[in-house]
């Protein structure tokens, strides 16, 4: 196992944390952290959460890979309201 995730969900708090046990993959943590950060940096009293989706979208794509010789772009994945997961 190269990457453990693990996700609990509920009706009043929702956490999730990565792990990861190859340095090969610390870029894709460091991508989802900044794109955490820039989520609760850009929240507030009527801000859009299509707004916020979109921060994060930006931040997660300004990361690079690179797997086995091949550079990837990082890229979110869930709703449009801004889930960032691996």
Request: some cysteine.
């Given at each position: 196992m190269s990457l453990l995730r693990a996700d609990e969900g509920g009706y009043i708090i929702d956490c999730a944390f990565?792990?990861?046990?190859?340095?090969?993959?610390?870029?894709?943590?460091?991508?989802?952290?900044?794109?955490?950060?820039t989520g609760i940096r850009e929240a507030g009293?009527?801000?859009r959460l299509g707004d916020v989706g979109g921060a994060i979208q930006e931040v997660m794509e300004s990361y690079?890979?690179?797997?086995?010789?091949?550079?990837?772009q990082v890229s979110r994945a869930g709703a449009a309201t801004g889930a960032a997961h691996l």
């Amino acid at each position: 196992m190269s990457l453990l995730r693990a996700d609990e969900g509920g009706y009043i708090i929702d956490c999730a944390f990565t792990h990861t046990f190859n340095p090969r993959y610390d870029v894709l943590v460091a991508a989802v952290k900044d794109a955490t950060n820039t989520g609760i940096r850009e929240a507030g009293i009527d801000v859009r959460l299509g707004d916020v989706g979109g921060a994060i979208q930006e931040v997660m794509e300004s990361y690079e890979v690179e797997l086995d010789g091949k550079t990837y772009q990082v890229s979110r994945a869930g709703a449009a309201t801004g889930a960032a997961h691996l």
